[in-house]
């Protein structure tokens, strides 16, 4: 090579500083655009479970499928997830699409629709780090046993046996299924203390939605529309830490415990 043709050492390291500038630029564009599309797929999930949900519903005389909150019975989903390397609900699929247990599987036929694309979460089992197979949670004021709602107020709430029982309250302003965090989640619900009328500082979490998009998350409701929710209080979006975290906490004028709040149910008057 002719000397005049060679690089010289300070063209190569404006070559290269060049590529670092364009490298700086692009991977957060392409970072975002991810992270969109991942939101993107979430929303989607979301779609189709509520459709499932609303198809279960239309097939069995208006009856919601039952939200069960045991390891081994049967509901939309069977099973318990959690970090526990022996519990097999967290890398097995039976508890989503096996009909004897999940009783929406013969309406969603896919098992990716239970994770949501940006939950990075894993449970480490037989010596493999695995993701688990759920991230979605659904609402415990549809047809399930009420554990929560009344445990701030000890006022009565609507538990929604029936398609037609969500008339009560509408059925675009009553949440469904909603992507729960990796640390909080472990039956098939999201719990939340019904908190109209109280004390603020006396609000609670129950258990946590999921931030898995930038802060934000994702909620589906009855009539089948699904939003993307940015929660504005610290502390309902912990960082992600791969164990379980404790669940019932006080959380003084909560703003999003109060928005949630507003969508699980309403008393009985």
Not at 92 to 106: C, E, F, S, T, V
Not at 126 to 136: L, N
Not at 237 to 249: A, D, R
């Amino acid at each position: 090579m002719n000397k005049k043709d060679a690089f010289t050492l300070i063209e190569l390291l404006v070559v290269i500083a060049i590529i670092a500038i364009l490298a700086g630029l692009l991977l957060p564009a392409l970072a975002k655009a991810k992270s969109k599309g991942q939101h993107t797929v979430c929303v989607s999930n979301l779609k189709q479970l509520d459709l499932a949900w609303i198809l279960y519903a239309n097939d069995f005389d208006d009856n919601l499928v039952w939200n069960d909150l045991t390891a081994s019975g049967s509901g939309w989903v069977r099973g318990i997830i959690d970090y526990n390397p022996s519990n097999p609900h967290n890398t097995n699929i039976d508890g989503l699409m096996d009909p004897k247990y999940a009783k929406l599987a013969p309406y969603t036929q896919t098992p990716g629709i239970y994770r949501c694309p940006g939950d990075k979460s894993t449970v480490k089992s037989g010596g493999r780090i695995s993701p688990r197979v759920r991230s979605v949670s659904l609402s415990q004021a549809m047809n399930s046993r009420n554990d929560w709602l009344s445990f701030l107020t000890k006022r009565k709430y609507h538990v929604f046996r029936k398609l037609s029982d969500i008339n009560v309250m509408g059925h675009s302003n009553a949440y469904n299924f909603i992507t729960e965090h990796p640390d909080s989640i472990n039956f098939g619900d999201l719990a939340v203390a019904m908190n109209d009328n109280i004390d603020p500082n006396k609000i609670h979490i129950i258990d946590y939605p999921a931030s898995n998009h930038n802060g934000a998350g994702t909620i589906s409701f009855a009539d089948g529309h699904v939003e993307t929710r940015k929660w504005i209080d610290a502390r309902t979006t912990p960082p992600v830490s791969n164990k379980s975290i404790p669940l019932v906490i006080p959380s003084p004028n909560n703003m999003d415990m109060i928005f949630l709040s507003s969508k699980a149910s309403v008393s009985h008057h």
